[in-house]
């Protein structure tokens, strides 16, 4: 998810809506990565989505569902909002609870 996440902010830095309007494969990419953290979020045990209550996993979930099969359903205005004011708050939140990365052991 947190792979997820930081890939759309990559994606969408230094772009406008317009841009995210006028680029079919721009909105794609998002999509499918939004698609991606509904399913992880989907997989996660009960236990832990209990243990962060505080971050949307239904919403998450619902809009995969949304994407990947109501996907004439999807308000562009609404997916730019969310990537804008939801997205860098989330990746906060999934760094708060995702193990660090392996250290590399020097050669």
Do not use: C, K
């Not at 406008?16 to 996660?44: C, K, P, V």
């Not at 193990?99 to 020097?106: A, R, S, Y």
Request: no cysteine; hydrophobic share 40%.
């Amino acid at each position: 998810m947190l792979t997820a996440a930081r890939g759309i902010l990559r994606s969408v830095a230094d772009r406008t809506f317009d841009d995210f309007l006028a680029s079919e494969d721009l909105r794609l990419m998002t999509e499918r990565r939004l698609e991606i953290m509904g399913e992880a979020a989907r997989r996660l045990s009960d236990n832990l989505r209990n243990e962060h209550a505080d971050i949307p996993w239904q919403r998450i979930i619902g809009l995969r569902n949304v994407l990947a099969h109501r996907y004439d359903d999807v308000d562009d205005v609404e997916l730019w909002r969310l990537i804008e004011e939801d997205i860098p708050g989330l990746v906060a939140q999934l760094e708060s609870i995702s193990p660090p990365p392996p250290i590399d052991p020097e050669p």
